[in-house]
């Protein structure tokens, strides 16, 4: 069993930065691959990061790529988003999520979810 829980959400103007966090808690952490994905109102959860159980390996929706960061630290038990230059179309709720296995864009192949942590980017 694993639990996650997200931080570091907030409101930042439309060019600024934000570190979102997701600790978690149990055993092994290094035994899951990690994702982090993002629901704005209206819409449909989405795939933004995913990073391998080592953290060599890492993917990303192409509407982030060059602007997010995600990564790993496996002996805090902790992954990290962190997000640069940002949009007010980032605008949602970011969700962490935990699979024991590599990780995958389909959101319903993660058994552990975070409560998420809302962003807010003004224009």
């Known amino acids: 069993q694993v639990q996650l829980v997200e931080s570091g959400g907030g409101l930042v103007q439309a060019g600024g930065s934000l570190r979102l966090s997701c600790a978690a808690s149990?055993?092994?952490?290094?035994?899951?691959?990690m994702g982090w994905f993002r629901q704005a109102p209206g819409k449909e959860r989405e795939f933004v990061a995913t990073?391998?159980?080592?953290?060599?390996?890492?993917s990303y929706i192409d509407s982030v790529k060059g602007r997010f960061t995600i990564s790993r630290d496996n002996a805090k038990n902790t992954v990290y988003l962190q997000m640069n230059s940002l949009r007010p179309e980032d605008t949602a709720v970011y969700y962490c999520?935990?699979?024991?296995?590599?990780?995958?864009?389909?959101?319903?192949?993660?058994?552990?979810w975070g409560q998420g942590t809302q962003v807010t980017v003004s224009s």
């Open positions: 999520a935990a699979r024991r296995s590599a990780p995958s864009r389909a959101a319903d192949l993660y058994e552990y």
């Open positions: 149990g055993r092994a952490f290094s035994n899951y691959g």
């Open positions: 990073i391998t159980l080592s953290g060599s390996g890492t």
